[in-house]
C-alpha cells in the first residue's frame, strides 16, 4: 500500500489522483497504459505528459480540465494560444457569459466603425483593443461551458450522445 504524499505543491495530476483516492499503483491499474513509476514522474514533474497520457487520465480520472492544463503549461503552443479555463459552476460561467455578450452587443457598431475600411487606426486602437478583451472574454465563458459539459458527461449527469446529436442536428 502506497502511503499519503505530504508535499505542499502538488501538481493538478496529483490532485486529481489523490480526489480519487487512488495510489500510484492503483492509478497505474486503472490507467492500464502509464506505469506507476511513470506517474510518479509526471507527478514531481521529472519528465512532461505526452499529449496521449493527459487523454486517457483525463478520461479516466474524470477530469477533463487536465486537458486545458496540459495546453496552457506543457505546450509551447497551447501557452501563447489557449485561454487556461477553470472549473466553475453553472451559475457563474451563465453570468460571465451574458456580461461578456451584453458587452459585445454594445460595443459591435464601434466595431464595425473600426473595421469597415479595413485597417485600425492610431486613434482606433484603444476601442479596438477593448473590443478583443471583450471577445475574449466571450471564449473563455464558452471554453468554461464546454468544460463545464465534459465534466458532467465524464460524472454522467448528461447524456453524451443525445448532446453530440443536438449539436450535429442544430436545426432539429
Known sequence: MGRASIKANKTLYQLKREELGLTR????DLLEVISDDRIEKIENEKVLPHPDEILIMADKYKAPELKNYFCTHHCELGR???????????????LE???SLNLATK??????????DGKVDDDEIKDFAKIQITLEQTVIAAESLKLW???????????????????EHKDQ
Do not use: C, H
Not at 86 to 94: G, H, S
Not at 151 to 161: V, Y
Open 149 to 167: 459539459s465534459e465534466q458532467m458527461i465524464a460524472n454522467g449527469m448528461i447524456d453524451e450522445k443525445k448532446l453530440r446529436y443536438y449539436m
Open 107 to 116: 460595443d459591435k457598431d464601434r466595431l464595425i466603425e473600426i473595421t469597415a
Open 80 to 94: 501563447k494560444s489557449v485561454p487556461e479555463i477553470k472549473m466553475k459552476d453553472l451559475a457563474q460561467i451563465t
Open 25 to 28: 499503483e492503483a492509478a497505474s
Open 97 to 99: 457569459m451574458l456580461a
